[in-house]
């Protein structure tokens, strides 16, 4: 009999041992190699997560640099101190929050090729491109910062300028001028081993500087100076307290703009609280200032072209209350304040004032013109020529004037020299209303003192006119006598004449014509009518004499005078001797009547 299969059992082959161990061990095989690979993953990532825990413990933190940073960045000094070498106490190296990594040199030293310390810097820090050292593989500093530097400026009596790190070592640049030395540190930034330098900061500056030209020296002390090579120019701003050896001092900002590899420059310069005597030797410009001593104010602007020529000059001069004194002999000629604003052209070598100003006890006047430097000796001028129009003039000498007589316009030529200094009116032109003033002279500063000498004449003059220019104490005695008795009429051809030497008495004299003029000579004598002559006051003297004139009697009719003269003897006495000499044309009852006037009275006796 046969057997049917059940149809709802399935028709399964039992599996066999030898599949059932070939599974297993692929199963086995996968967890081996993933466990090995989760091994080999942890070692790899090892060193990374210690490299990341020790940077995160060593941000912000001072560690001693590596060796291999030492090695390049005293290479990299080699390479660019061209056989200096640079030596340090000490060097670390700080990874910042944006991890960017800073040396720290201690105690650097700038050593030339002979073992000659050139500088010392007690701390000099660096921050170093990361670009140098991913892509290059090269310490390249990106940022400089210096503190405690100290540099030695020197101008020679020619006016060249160096620039070296200690006060007996080599010059590590020299130029004809300031503006030309900043160009050659310009043209240091070019250099490979700069390539990624942006921005270098010196604080604590310390400066000395040794002006031969000048005879003086100068201290900077606690400068700041900021370079920023960034933008495609070279951009240095400083800020400065200069020491000058006197009470105050001096506060400089210095701003120099350059686009980088082109001489082509701008040039500021400000100074506050200087003194102007110690600026006087710094530009040919600033030369006439070298007797002043005031405190100045300044503001100075130029710029270089393309071939590194200097241009023009602009400066704003704020001048304090200050004195003008060539040498101790002579006295001091005081002022309480001046101001200039002025343009230089050193190709034509001309200053063109656009406003000078000065205002002092003896007046105050405004000025605009053109000055020219002349005789050139080591880079400075020894003499200028200036041409002035004045306006506003007025003049108030202590105890001269009761009303300060003003001038609305005047123009003067003049020559300073300055060696021994000197003052040369060649021509003042004064117009007041009618009258026409011409003057020339010279004031010169000896070793004994002031020597003057001044010449003036006006073609015209009214008495009263006269008189507002007549110094109060001035012969006195005869400026009262002439404001009393002299009126109307006209002054013409006036000279006047002053000499002033050490050791000597004042000399002046003054004469003067006059017509159509009221004369009154004594008491109650009638005055002197339509009078015309000469007068003039020399050696203590004061003499008339009348080429015509009348008087009017109270008997017998007109007198004529021409012819006569009067001499008042020595004007220093008082009261003042005087001869009257007349010549009289007129009735003999004219004559008595006139001499029968007080303070006569003959015939009355």
Not at 171 to 184: F, H, I, K, T, V
Not at 360 to 385: H, N, T
Request: proline share 7%; net charge negative.
């Amino acid at each position: 009999m046969t057997e049917t299969p059940d149809p709802e059992t399935p028709d399964v082959a039992p599996e066999a041992p030898k599949a059932k161990r070939q599974r297993h061990r692929r199963r086995h095989d996968a967890r081996h190699w993933l466990f090995y690979l989760r091994s080999v993953l942890v070692i790899c990532l090892l060193p990374l997560m210690f490299l990341a825990a020790a940077t995160v413990m060593i941000i912000d933190r001072e560690i001693t640099a590596p060796s291999w940073i030492t090695d390049r960045v005293e290479a990299r000094a080699g390479d660019f101190l061209e056989g200096a070498t640079l030596e340090f106490g000490a060097i670390t190296l700080r990874i910042g929050r944006d991890l960017h990594p800073t040396v720290r040199l201690v105690d650097t030293r700038l050593v030339d090729a002979g073992g000659l310390t050139l500088s010392r810097v007690p701390i000099v820090e660096g921050l170093i491109s990361p670009r140098g050292l991913i892509l290059q593989r090269d310490v390249l500093m990106q940022e400089v910062r210096l503190i405690g530097a100290q540099v030695n400026l020197r101008r020679a009596a020619s006016g060249n300028v160096s620039f070296a790190f200690s006060a007996g070592g080599g010059d590590l640049g020299n130029a004809r001028s300031l503006p030309e030395l900043l160009e050659q540190f310009d043209q240091v930034f070019e250099r490979p081993a700069l390539e990624a330098l942006e921005t270098v900061r010196a604080e604590g500056l310390v400066v000395n500087f040794d002006d031969a030209r000048a005879g003086r020296s100068w201290i900077v002390d606690g400068g700041i100076a900021a370079l920023d090579l960034r933008g495609g120019q070279t951009a240095l701003r400083g800020n400065f307290s200069l020491l000058s050896g006197r009470a105050g001092v001096t506060q400089v900002n210095l701003s120099y703009v350059s686009p980088r590899g082109s001489p082509a420059a701008q040039v500021g310069l400000n100074l506050t609280d200087a003194v102007a005597s110690d600026i006087a030797a710094q530009s040919p410009a600033l030369s006439w200032l070298r007797d002043v001593d005031a405190p100045i104010s300044a503001s100075l602007r130029t710029s270089l072209d393309d071939d590194g020529a200097l241009g023009p000059l602009n400066a704003a001069l704020e001048i304090g209350q200050g004195v003008l004194q060539p040498n101790p002999a002579t006295a001091p000629v005081a002022f309480d304040a001046a101001r200039a604003y002025f343009t230089y052209d050193p190709v034509r070598d001309r200053i063109s004032f656009s406003d000078l100003s000065i205002s002092s006890e003896w007046g105050s006047l405004s000025a605009e013109g053109d000055a020219y430097l002349r005789e050139f000796r080591d880079g400075l001028p020894r003499a200028l020529l200036a041409q002035f129009q004045l306006s506003d003039v007025v003049m108030n000498p202590p105890g001269f004037y009761e009303t300060p007589p003003q001038v609305p316009q005047a123009s003067v030529d003049l020559r300073f020299r300055f060696e021994p200094f000197s003052i040369e009116l060649g021509q003042a032109v004064i117009v007041d209303d009618a009258s026409r003033v011409t003057a020339s002279g010279a004031a010169r500063a000896t070793p004994d003192g002031w020597q003057i000498a001044l010449d003036a004449e006006v073609d015209q003059i009214a008495p009263a006119r006269l008189l507002d220019f007549w110094p109060l104490a001035v012969k006195r005695g005869t400026r009262q006598w002439f404001a009393r008795n002299v009126s109307g009429g006209r002054l013409f051809d006036l000279t006047s004449n002053l000499r002033i030497a050490p050791g000597e008495d004042t000399r002046n004299a003054f004469g003067f014509a006059f017509a159509d003029t009221d004369i009154r000579l004594f008491g109650e004598i009638p005055s002197i009518e339509d009078a015309s002559g000469v007068a003039s006051i020399a050696e203590h003297q004061f003499h008339v004499s009348l080429d015509d004139g009348t008087v009017l009697p109270p008997e017998g009719g007109p007198l004529d005078l021409a012819g006569s003269h009067l001499q008042a003897v020595d004007l220093r006495l008082r009261p003042t001797p005087a001869v009257l000499d007349l010549r009289v044309d007129g009735s003999l009852t004219a004559t008595l009547s006139v001499l029968n006037q007080p303070p006569f009275g003959f015939l009355d006796r």
